[in-house]
């Protein structure tokens, strides 16, 4: 069950165009498996059809990663993410952020951030509505406008979608879309 969201915060929803979310640690457990040529990351099905329903919504969705890898890339295809940005340089990821905003022509009042741990309170404390996922480290939840019932790869992405869509007046036509 979906956390409830505050009036205080329900104009701050309706603002979002763009879900920016970490990815290991939000959209995964935080757990990475390396083994022979590649890596396995588990990522939850219910967050993923989450971000689809947000996509069908008309909101932008991005992922904003320290660490490349070829497991999230191949995931942000499948669901056809419209932003991914994986940095090499693991100093901040305001830069990366706000290269993504001038791309699509948006400003941080316009974006939800998901984050889990330190790296991500640049974004958290820029965004129009800052999210912390359940089990995310304690400064990020200080940080955050919101903290997810859910952990993080276990249904707070979905969590965020569907605050965000409720918010928005635009659940009831997801619901009727796949109720036909």
């Given amino acids: 069950m979906p956390a409830k969201i505050s009036q205080k915060f329900h104009s701050r929803l309706k603002r979002v165009k763009l879900l920016l979310c970490d990815v290991d640690g939000v959209l995964t ?31 932008k969705v991005g992922w904003v990663s320290a660490r490349p890898s070829a497991v999230t890339e191949l995931r942000a ?3 056809h993410i419209d932003f991914l940005v994986q940095q090499t340089d693991r100093i901040s990821k305001i830069g990366a952020v706000e290269k993504l905003l001038r791309r699509a022509k948006l400003d941080w009042d316009a974006v939800c951030f998901v984050g889990d741990d330190v790296v991500d309170l640049g974004p958290l404390k820029r965004a129009g509505f800052a999210v912390a996922v359940g089990d995310a480290r304690p400064e990020v939840k200080a940080a955050a406008h919101l903290v997810t019932r859910a952990a993080g790869g276990r249904g707070a992405v979905r969590e965020v979608a569907e605050m965000l869509l409720k918010a928005q007046g635009k659940w009831d036509a997801i619901v009727a879309h796949y109720a036909k």
Avoid: H, P
Avoid at 50 to 57: C, I, K, P, Q, Y
């Fill in 29 to 59: 457990d935080g757990s990475v498996f390396i083994g022979g040529a590649r890596e396995i990351k588990r990522f939850s099905i219910r967050d993923g059809l989450g971000l689809v329903f947000l996509r069908r919504a008309g909101l």
């Fill in 77 to 79: 295809a499948e669901l």
